[in-house]
């Protein structure tokens, strides 16, 4: 595993008064993913939980849906940052990627929208899963606990999954708020849980539109996140069926799709 933090000298100012001090940063490096010879992404990450972060990755492109399409993956030993994977037979690898990977899905516009919904695995509209308006306001909190990075940083995001009533299954930090919701669906997917029907994404920045596409393409039926969502996001999630809901915190929340799933 690479580093998660790094130190560097910095100028602290506080009160008009300059000090010098160290002072702990979030590691960014690049993840070259491979399946068999071809290159089909190159991702901005922080170091570790590399499996679960491609495993998720190739949930969210539509490649894998279980445990066992992924036969083995594998850090390279001559090349840093890269993941060579091995696909089960007949399992297609996703189409390679001539950009790296940042916080835009290429999802844009009405048609693109039902194409996403009409490509779904699995459909969360029909899940009846309910929510208690207590247990999805203590989920930021409850996420906050596992941040142990950010605490060092202040610069990672973190997204976790839980199960109704509010219990951990996986949490995961990253300087990118998507690779870290891929990481959590990868170590969902390598645990044998995918679908996650009857769960809840919770995620500590804001919910864009790759975020809810992420969530349905593992079977997530709810995505929480403590800041906004964006109007695209919520367009994506009321045509898949997510609930979803933004300004998680301080014991309120507004509910942009699927309310009728929250028992108040």
């Not at 001539?98 to 029909?126: E, K, P, Q, Y």
Request: with cysteine; aromatic share 4%.
């Amino acid at each position: 595993m690479g580093r998660v933090t790094a130190r560097h000298r910095v100028v602290r100012i506080r009160d008009g008064r300059a000090s010098a001090r160290s002072d702990a940063v979030a590691v960014e490096e690049p993840l070259v993913v491979r399946v068999g010879e071809a290159t089909v992404t190159l991702t901005m990450r922080t170091p570790g939980d590399d499996f679960d972060l491609v495993a998720g990755w190739l949930v969210s492109e539509g490649a894998v849906a279980q445990t066992a399409d992924i036969v083995g993956m594998r850090l390279c030993r001559d090349e840093q940052n890269t993941v060579e994977v091995v696909l089960a037979e007949g399992v297609e690898p996703p189409a390679p990627r001539a950009f790296a990977t940042t916080s835009a899905c290429g999802v844009c516009g009405a048609d693109a929208i039902v194409d996403v919904r009409d490509a779904l695995r699995w459909v969360v509209a029909g899940d009846q899963v309910t929510l208690e308006l207590d247990t999805l306001a203590k989920l930021p909190d409850l996420l906050r606990a596992y941040q142990r990075a950010f605490d060092r940083t202040g610069g990672l995001h973190a997204a976790g999954v839980f199960t109704a009533t509010g219990e951990p299954v996986h949490v995961r930090e990253d300087v990118g708020r998507h690779n870290a919701v891929d990481k959590v669906v990868g170590a969902a997917l390598r645990d044998g849980r995918l679908p996650l029907a009857g769960h809840v994404l919770q995620v500590s920045g804001r919910a864009s539109v790759e975020v809810v596409h992420k969530a349905v393409n593992a079977g997530i039926p709810a995505l929480a996140a403590v800041s906004a969502p964006s109007s695209l996001a919520v367009d994506l999630a009321k045509e898949c069926g997510l609930t979803l809901l933004g300004f998680v915190r301080d014991g309120g929340m507004n509910v942009y799709s699927r309310p009728d799933r929250v028992v108040l």
